[in-house]
């Protein structure tokens, strides 16, 4: 038995018990898109989301459609990016209105700048492409997924403590308690 086990360390057959997953995809080259609404459809629970900028119909139709599904949504938004007056913001305000869907803005700094969302409390997605259409697949950006569970812990940590922060008086308040 020994020598079995040997054997298949030696020839790697059996991996890291843990192994985290690392995607790492660049725009313009890939269509970053067709990712992120791809994980945001496979989520079955929760999504939590800092965004700078919320503007790419596809995604934010892929998040109405999960808050649907009965995925419980929480969206921080950079306090700038307010209504636009274009079709985009106008599919956003809608979103940020649909049941299940809990959103902030912080009422004072710091600058939020993230673009990054957690699903399912498992999958972390980071990078420098805004969720817009243009940072998304247009621009020079790059999008980071991992299950690393030290990733994501990090995340839901800081995600945690700019849900806390003072919120601005327009924000969507939770439907229910626990959310």
């Known amino acids: 038995m020994k020598r079995l086990l040997v054997i298949v360390l030696a020839l790697g057959l059996a991996g890291p018990a843990s192994a985290a997953r690392l995607e790492l995809h660049y725009a313009p080259e890939e269509n970053l898109e067709r990712i992120d609404v791809a994980l945001i459809n496979g989520a079955r629970a929760s999504i939590d989301m800092a965004a700078y900028v919320l503007t790419d119909v596809a995604l934010i139709e892929a998040l109405g459609r999960a808050a649907g599904r009965g995925v419980k949504i929480r969206i921080f938004l950079e306090p700038k990016q307010e209504r636009e007056g274009n079709y985009a913001a106008e599919q956003?305000?809608?979103?940020?209105?649909?049941?299940?869907?809990?959103?902030?803005?912080?009422?004072?700094?710091?600058?939020?700048?993230?673009?990054?969302?957690?699903?399912d409390g498992a999958t972390l997605r980071m990078g420098a492409a805004n969720f817009s259409a243009s940072g998304l697949k247009q621009q020079d950006n790059d999008l980071l997924i991992s299950d690393d569970a030290g990733l994501v812990k990090r995340f839901q940590g800081h995600f945690e403590s700019m849900w806390r922060r003072p919120a601005r008086a327009t924000e969507r308040r939770p439907e229910r308690a626990g959310d």
């Open 92 to 119: 956003r305000e809608r979103l940020l209105a649909t049941p299940g869907v809990t959103t902030r803005r912080s009422a004072r700094g710091p600058w939020m700048h993230l673009k990054t969302y957690l699903v």
